[in-house]
């Protein structure tokens, strides 16, 4: 079983679409919970990050980490083109060097 | 942008020969990570380094190695290169690179091994 299993999509929705994307992991010493975004042919640029169990919310998006299910999501409301970009959750643990681990990535396209 | 650079952003060479990637991490940070992205894979962690010092080693080859110069900037030879080798090798920073901190990514170098 992998650490992290995301769903690849692609992910296609309309224009101000609420969207939901999700990980699970296997790993119950993962503490540190991260979205990014990448465009193509970019690098990942931090979206959220999260510590433990809980919510948090910054302008259209919310991260919400269940540790109960090991279970991670990311929503965007009123999703615009400009959102449209592969997004990767990645994870860690509690530890000095702990190393991120990362989901494959799920491709989401916003259609005007 | 990140503030995280990454040289050169492209590189094309052919199987068995070595190359040199360069990263410098943004100002005042003293954490350096690399990573490989392909698209069987996802995203890699490969080696982490503090202050020139090699903190955590994840899923890198052999045939790979690191270091980390005293200004801080990074570099990561690739040797014996592989077809399988081809992929976009990102490196990422941070201030200290602890649990609590996050880590900003490159731009990436996109290797092809012929």
């Known amino acids: 079983q992998k650490e992290v299993e995301q769903d690849p999509g692609p992910l296609s929705v309309p224009e101000g679409a609420i969207v939901s994307l999700n990980c699970t992991y296997s790993?119950?010493?993962?503490?540190?919970f991260m979205w990014y975004r990448q465009y193509s042919r970019k690098g990942p640029e931090l979206l959220m990050y999260?510590?433990?169990?809980g919510n948090k919310e910054d302008g259209r998006f919310t991260a919400q980490v269940d540790k109960s299910s090991k279970y991670i999501s990311l929503f965007i409301r009123d999703s615009q083109p400009s959102d449209s970009a592969t997004y990767l959750c990645?994870?860690?643990?509690?530890?000095?060097?702990?190393?991120?681990?990362f989901g494959k990535g799920t491709k989401l396209t916003v259609n005007p | 942008d990140s503030g995280v650079t990454q040289t050169p952003k492209h590189l094309i060479t052919a199987t068995g020969q070595r190359v040199t990637l360069r990263c410098s991490p943004r100002s005042g940070d003293l954490s350096v990570y690399w990573y490989q992205q392909s698209l069987d894979q996802g995203l890699q962690f490969l080696i982490h380094?503090?202050?020139?010092?090699?903190?955590a080693k994840g899923n890198i080859l052999e045939r790979f190695s690191a270091q980390q110069f005293p200004d801080l900037h990074s570099e990561l030879n690739l040797s014996s290169l592989e077809l399988g080798d081809s992929a976009l090798y990102f490196c990422a920073s941070s201030v200290q690179g602890t649990y609590q901190e996050t880590q900003y990514f490159g731009p990436g170098t996109r290797l092809l091994v012929l």
């Open positions: 790993n119950s010493a993962f503490q540190y």
């Open positions: 999260t510590y433990s169990s």
């Open positions: 990645a994870m860690r643990g509690q530890g000095g060097s702990e190393k991120l681990v």
């Open positions: 380094y503090y202050n020139g010092e090699e903190r």
